[in-house]
């Protein structure tokens, strides 16, 4: 079995509702999900005109390649009604493969570990939650050691959700 990290996103149409639509259809179509972190709410990274985004962070056993991985991903969001309008815009779903065994991939379809992770706060943060001593494959560093290096200072807040 493979062991994957993903961060699960969105900030459109019912965010919370989308996140645990997301979650159900990793689970029945890509593998088993081991841990996941809590709902952190943020402000959008890059353009910034739009809606806060709901993240989570996920570590999800799966048979699958990075690869057959992705492709399911894709079709997920699909699903869901993800609609790829604008590069960083408004989305209800976003499904990112972080990490991927220790593997390194640049392909087409999909860059392991995600490109700019060690950038962004909101990726940092719920995947610190749930894997803080994993060690990026190409900088050598634990994802605790990454978070405080992160020079990000957009603030991410954990949600409490009943």
Avoid at 111 to 140: C, D, G, K
Wanted: proline share 6%; aromatic share 8%.
């Amino acid at each position: 079995m493979n062991n994957a990290y993903l961060l699960i996103g969105g900030n459109l149409g019912d965010r919370l509702a989308n996140l645990k639509n997301a979650i159900q259809k990793i689970e029945l179509h890509c593998g088993k999900i081991i841990s996941s972190s809590a709902i952190y709410e943020t402000a959008a990274w890059g353009f910034t005109e739009q809606p806060p985004f709901f993240n989570q962070a996920l570590q999800l056993e799966t048979a699958f390649s990075a690869t057959e991985l992705m492709q399911q991903l894709l079709t997920i969001e699909l699903l869901l009604g993800r609609e790829r309008l604008l590069p960083l815009g408004p989305r209800s779903i976003d499904i990112d493969i972080i990490y991927f065994n220790n593997e390194i991939i640049q392909s087409e379809l999909v860059t392991i570990p995600h490109p700019r992770m060690e950038q962004r706060n909101f990726v940092l943060i719920p995947l610190n939650e749930i894997a803080p001593s994993y060690i990026h494959p190409i900088l050598h560093i634990s994802t605790t050691a990454l978070l405080k290096q992160c020079k990000d200072d957009s603030h991410v807040y954990k949600k409490t959700i009943n």
